[in-house]
Structure formats: structure tokens, C-alpha cells
């Protein structure tokens, strides 16, 4: 349903006619480590994330996992070496 409170026009799965049943009853304003991600805007009420009604639990366990503006760390991929072939290639 779309938000008529603090997101007003956002489409929103907490918002039902009663109004908003997040915790607390509307969402939390984005935190410091949010600034300049593309999911944080500018609303009447303040600045608020599209898709995360509290931003600073996606912080507390380190980066956020949806935020634009980090680089993700890509695990290197390393190829398995066999040791014993290895050795056998190295006495050749
Ligand atoms: S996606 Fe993450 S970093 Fe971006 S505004 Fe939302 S909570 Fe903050």
C-alpha cells in the first residue's frame, strides 16, 4: 500500500489502512553512513530510505548490504592446486 506518512507516495509493505505497523508507527530517518546513497531521499518529513524502514540496523553488523555508494569487497576467487601435482611439476 502506498505511505501516507512519512515516505507519503512510496509504495510500502508495512502501510495497510490503519496505517503505518512498522515499530514505532512510521520509519526512521536515514544515518550518517547512508549519505550519498541512491535509496536515501529527500521527503517533507526528512530524509528516509526507500526500502529499509530503519537504516541503522543495516549498519550495526557492518555495511549496509543494498547501499549504492560502497564498494562490495569480491572474494578472489583462487584455484586449487594440488600439492602433490605441484611438486611433481615443480621437479620437472
Ligand atoms: S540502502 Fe542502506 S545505505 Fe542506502 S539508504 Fe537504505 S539503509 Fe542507508
Given amino acids: 500500500m502506498v505511505c501516507t506518512s512519512s515516505k507519503k507516495g512510496v ?3 508495512f502501510m ?3 496505517g503505518c505497523q512498522f515499530n514505532g508507527g512510521s520509519c526512521h530517518p536515514i544515518v550518517d553512513a547512508c549519505n550519498g546513497c541512491q535509496k536515501a531521499k529527500e521527503f517533507p518529513a526528512g530524509k528516509f530510505c526507500l526500502i529499509f524502514p ?3 540496523t543495516k549498519w550495526r553488523a ?3 548490504n ?3 555508494h560502497v564498494e562490495k ?3 578472489k576467487e583462487t584455484a586449487k592446486v594440488n600439492p602433490l601435482k605441484a611438486s611433481k611439476r615443480a621437479a620437472k
Wanted: glycine share 6%; net charge neutral; proline share 6%.
Fill in 62 to 64: 557492518g555495511k549496509c
Fill in 66 to 68: 543494498m547501499a549504492t
Fill in 16 to 18: 495497510n489502512k490503519s
Fill in 54 to 56: 530503519e537504516p541503522a
Fill in 73 to 75: 569487497v569480491v572474494a
Fill in 11 to 13: 509504495e510500502c509493505f
